[in-house]
């Protein structure tokens, strides 16, 4: 975030009623004088040693899975232009956006009467000009749309970064997350769409998860739908409430839409035709019936059942492919398949989720180029497998050996021990101060290091060290080369 000197800090302006995130108070001088908390910012968290150990685990099986399906590694800016971002995620998803502040000045050209609350949209712009990023698909397609000549087409990324959101914190929902896309850029081959189930079943069985849900609906099919209705100018309404069923559930779904301006008959017809039933084919077929006469929902209706065909001629392991014409996936600028993933038995919501976005580099400037992409919830899925108990136990054990400090004229050669150690690809830990023999034990224990070396006047002029395995108590003295051989084992 942009850094504010006090020097800068009017004395009496205060803008609680801004709207937005960029800015929710100034605050006197004195308050930043004050002794900071230790508390993370909410929905935000510290990992540790051992929980980075786990969440590279996650990262690294997520990766190996991208890779072999073709995908190569990007990396984009944490913080975009503001414009970049605006406009692409709807009215909510802009207010969820993390805006940063302009450097500088940024009020010298603003007048009194423009600090007030009904001024708050009119003046971002003024105070705020970069954000950061609100997903990974948007910089995606600004670097597709600036790239796409040098690439060539079709394009497939995967990008394992964090991103931010203004939501309000809860269970499995940080403000701060990590997601791990993939996407394809350049092709409208509804085979790519498929992939992404192929994916998910690899990823989620070699992590073990528990039976995954992969909720297929189309964005025609909504559009259609929404025609129907003699909404289609609010299709956006509709499917940002219907987005919110997990949530909320059907009856405040009916609020909302009541108050988005859908008539009883309106909301009854979107009750029936989220509640469709039966399986995949039966569900098409109905929902078929119900919307012949539109050209946008049979052609979405077509692309699923594509979609499906390619599923089944493949074997799942992990994954069981469901129709729902209740997922909606309120981002504005999804147009064909979406999808969202949950676990059986796993109070989580999705894991997973994506869609096709054909339209996407348009704004900005580029067209004609398709995109489809997944995105794995890192946080959630890293929640889920703490839960269940699903990481391996000794992910924690990076350091095989601590050598012992046991006298400070030996500092040089324990230094040398520990370098040899290194080199012949041991990970070894020196303790870098002379302490007490049982204090050194202890931090050992603590680290989950398995095997300590102790040196002291002895053990160099024989050339000779003990070597003691922690969890067996066993020591025995050893030559360098010895516990070499003992440790690559």
């Given at each position: 975030?942009t850094?504010?000197?006090?020097a ?28 900071s ?11 540790s ?68 609350h ?20 948007i910089?995606?397609?600004r ?56 994916i ?10 528990p ?9 025609k ?25 997990d ?11 009541a ?19 039966g399986?995949n084919?039966?569900?098409?077929d ?10 946008m ?15 089944n ?21 999804y ?73 400070e ?33 202890k ?26 395995n ?20």
């Open positions: 975030m850094h504010i000197r006090n800068q800090i009017p004395l009496k302006l205060h803008f609680t009623q801004l709207e937005g995130n960029y800015c929710k108070a100034f605050y006197f001088r004195r308050n930043f004088l004050k002794m908390s230790t508390n993370t910012a909410k929905g935000t968290r510290d990992f040693r051992n929980e980075l150990a786990k969440r590279n685990y996650l990262f690294d099986v997520i990766k190996d899975s991208f890779t072999r399906f073709g995908f190569a590694p990007l990396e984009t800016p944490a913080m975009e232009n503001i414009e970049t971002l605006t406009g692409k995620y709807g009215d909510e998803g802009d207010q969820l956006l993390f805006r940063i502040l302009r450097s500088g000045d940024f009020l010298k050209d603003l007048e009194p009467e423009d600090l007030s009904e001024q708050a949209k009119k003046i971002r712009s003024a105070i705020a000009d970069k954000g950061l990023r609100y997903d990974l698909t910089p995606f397609a670097f597709i749309a600036k790239n796409h000549a040098q690439l060539g087409l079709p394009y497939k990324r995967f990008q394992i970064q964090p991103v931010w959101r203004a939501d309000r914190p809860a269970r499995g929902r940080y403000r701060e997350f990590y997601q791990c896309d993939a996407d394809v850029a350049g092709t409208t081959s509804l085979l790519s769409d498929t992939e992404f189930i192929l998910v079943d690899d990823v989620f069985n070699r992590l073990k998860l039976t995954s849900v992969y909720k297929l609906n189309n964005r099919v909504l559009a259609g739908f929404a025609q129907t209705l003699q909404r289609a100018d609010a299709m956006t309404d509709m499917t940002v409430a219907i987005d919110k069923l949530k909320i559930g059907m009856e405040g779904v009916e609020k909302e839409l108050a988005r301006g859908f008539n009883n008959e309106d909301i009854d017809k979107i009750k029936n035709f989220t509640a469709i039933e399986n084919n039966e569900r098409l109905q929902l078929q019936n119900l919307l012949a006469g539109n050209e929902a049979v052609k979405g209706i077509a692309e699923l059942r594509e979609v499906l065909g390619y599923v001629a493949c074997t799942l392991q992990n994954t069981r492919v469901e129709v729902d014409f209740s997922l909606a996936r309120g981002l504005n600028y147009t064909g398949t979406i999808y969202e993933v949950q676990l059986d038995g796993v109070n989580m919501g999705s894991v997973a989720s994506g869609g096709r976005y054909d339209n996407l580099t348009e704004s900005f400037g580029v067209k004609d180029v398709p995109g489809v992409g997944l995105s794995f919830g890192a946080e959630r899925l890293y929640d889920v497998m703490e839960q269940l108990d699903l990481f391996p136990a000794t992910l924690g054990n990076n350091c095989q050996v601590l050598v012992l400090n046991l006298d004229k030996h500092n040089a050669a324990y230094l040398n021990l520990s370098n040899q150690l290194r080199n012949s690809g041991i990970a070894t830990e020196l303790y870098v101060q002379k302490a007490k023999l049982g204090k050194q034990m931090f050992a224990e603590k680290r989950e290091i398995p095997y300590v070396l102790i040196a002291g006047e002895t053990e160099f002029a024989a050339q000779q060290y003990q070597l003691k922690l969890e067996t108590g066993e020591q025995n003295g050893y030559s360098l080369s010895q516990i070499i051989e003992i440790l690559n084992k």
